[in-house]
């Protein structure tokens, strides 16, 4: 029996090609950090932040992503 394969090329965009982020690893990243600032525990004008950043190789990932409220990830800015 001979089995043949035709194999075409697709471009699947990879995580680090975009900065946006899943909405299911939003949903999984608030419910792991309660809807809260890891650092301050703020619960207002949260956002998620990369603990890698992305500009420096990061992922978009659950073990990179944490809540930080806009205070706290401004202070953080790029440093890891």
Known sequence: MK???RTATVSIPAQRD???IPH????EVWRRDGGACVDCS???YLEF???IPWSRGGASSVGNLQLLCRKCNLA???RI
């Open 3 to 5: 089995v043949s394969r």
């Open 49 to 51: 932040d990369h603990v």
């Open 76 to 78: 953080k800015g790029a």
């Open 18 to 20: 975009s900065r946006a």
């Open 42 to 44: 703020a619960s207002e």
């Open 24 to 27: 299911h690893i939003k949903v």
